[in-house]
């Protein structure tokens, strides 16, 4: 989200962060409550313009919010989407989104809680890593076209009892509401966000060999120094890279891997 939707989204949060931090590990609850609401806005495109029409008074928007959700929610989700909903935002796409993000923190503020986040974190990397070479699986838990309680019934076959609770609400999300991307991307998108919880950045490295304790403590700090915030590595081992790294954080790649240079040189040649 940029520009006008960008600056909705980062008010919302930073007034829903206290009732996070309050609320403990009933987070889970509100941030469930929240998919609820995205899902309505994505099923309705009717509702989901009227409560973004700029051309709307704000306070209309806020009050057929509160009717829409009266009764079935909790008052502080009630509060968090009429707020919202007096927001301007981009498109009406925008406004979705946004209560997604906040449903996330929501659900990650409360594994945060009872300081679980890390190990969240960790099991979504590590879920994303054990898909790698399963191309029938990500199809599957990606498929549009398969029934989203198969999906679902997948998710619970590989992780339950396996994996923190709030990983495998995370993953049956991820899974049975695509919203247009695919399950593993999605699972590294909320890993960054966990990250983010954790104000960390996070370094998804690709090594053609396994990097001892002391080189990731070193290339940790390197970046650490580079980017002035902690980061957290993510490391995936890949016997294709001949040598070097492939990092990554955020929008930023480093490549110095030998198939990158031979590539690099290729095109040169060809130039």
Known sequence: ?????????AAAQERFEPVLRSAGADGQTLGEQLFAVVAALDSSGPLRRSLADPSRDPEDR??????????????????????????????DADLADAVERLGLDAVLASAESRGALETVED??????????????????LSGGATDPER??????????????????????RATTH????????????????????????????????????????????LLERAYGRAVQLNVTVDPAVIGGLRIQ????VVDSTVLSRLADARRRLAG
Do not use: C, H, N, P
């Open 62 to 91: 806020a009050a057929l919010a509160g009717r829409v959700l009266a009764g079935g929610f909790d008052e502080r989700v009630v509060d968090l989407v009429t707020g919202l909903a007096r927001s301007r935002w981009s498109g």
């Open 123 to 140: 099991e979504l990397f590590r879920l994303t890593r054990a898909l790698v070479g399963q191309r029938e699986a990500r199809q599957v």
């Open 151 to 172: 999906r679902a019934q997948l998710v619970d076959a590989l992780l339950t009892g396996k994996v923190d609770g709030v990983t495998l609400t995370l993953a049956r």
């Open 178 to 221: 695509l919203r247009g991307r695919r399950f593993v991307a999605t699972l590294l998108w909320y890993g960054e966000i966990a990250a983010e919880r954790r104000r960390r950045l996070v370094a998804t490295v690709t090594s053609g060999s396994v990097l001892s304790q002391s080189q990731q403590d070193r290339l940790a700090g």
């Open 249 to 252: 954080v955020g929008a930023d």
């Open 1 to 9: 989200m940029r520009g006008t939707s960008g600056a909705s989204l």
